[in-house]
């Protein structure tokens, strides 16, 4: 297996935690392109992370800080911004990274309306899938200048056909 990484606009297969969390925030708002199935996951897994830190931070300290009366302490009130900031900022790179999940999986991201919608397990199924040889509707199905294989990609007797610019034998 190669080394090597791909451009940005190519989905990185077999990605590593740190590099897949750096990768969605470098294609913040980017919608088009595709996502693999390492680099969506690992982003959904951070993100459960920072939010299970953060709720369970607000909990704890909401009882530790209760007022006679039963209300919550105002320590929780930093943490509770810090959720909430964090739930605006991730919104954007976290639906894109799920649209271009949804796009290396061969299928239209307007799929991610499902979530929208109360029906979220659709969406998560369909990025739950292995890549595609229809995502090549969204990308070509190798890059240029990587070798086939390189980094998660089958090789052209698999079933995706050649390299761009390349005779199918």
């Known amino acids: 297996m190669s ?9 990185h297969s077999g990605i590593a935690f740190v590099p897949a969390v750096k990768r969605v925030f470098q294609k913040y708002a980017t919608f088009s392109g595709r996502a693999s199935r390492s680099e969506f996951w690992w982003w959904m897994l951070a993100n459960g992370i920072v939010v299970s830190v953060l709720y369970a931070l607000i909990a704890v300290l909401a009882v530790a800080g209760r007022t006679p009366d039963g209300e919550p302490g105002m320590a929780a009130i930093a943490p509770t911004i810090l959720l909430v900031v964090w739930a605006l900022a ?9 649209v271009r999940r949804l796009h290396d999986a061969g ?12 029906l ?14 229809a995502a090549a509707t969204y990308g070509p199905p190798y890059p240029q200048g990587y070798a086939p294989g390189g980094y998660g990609y089958a090789a052209p007797n698999q079933g995706y056909g050649p390299p761009p610019g390349q005779q199918q034998y």
């Open 120 to 133: 979220g397990i659709v969406t998560l199924v369909l990025c739950a899938m292995e890549t595609s040889p």
């Open 107 to 118: 299928h239209s991201g307007w799929f991610y309306l499902f979530s929208v919608f109360g």
């Open 3 to 11: 080394t090597q990484v791909p451009p940005l606009d190519w989905p």
């Open 90 to 98: 991730v919104v954007v790179p976290s639906i894109a990274v799920s």
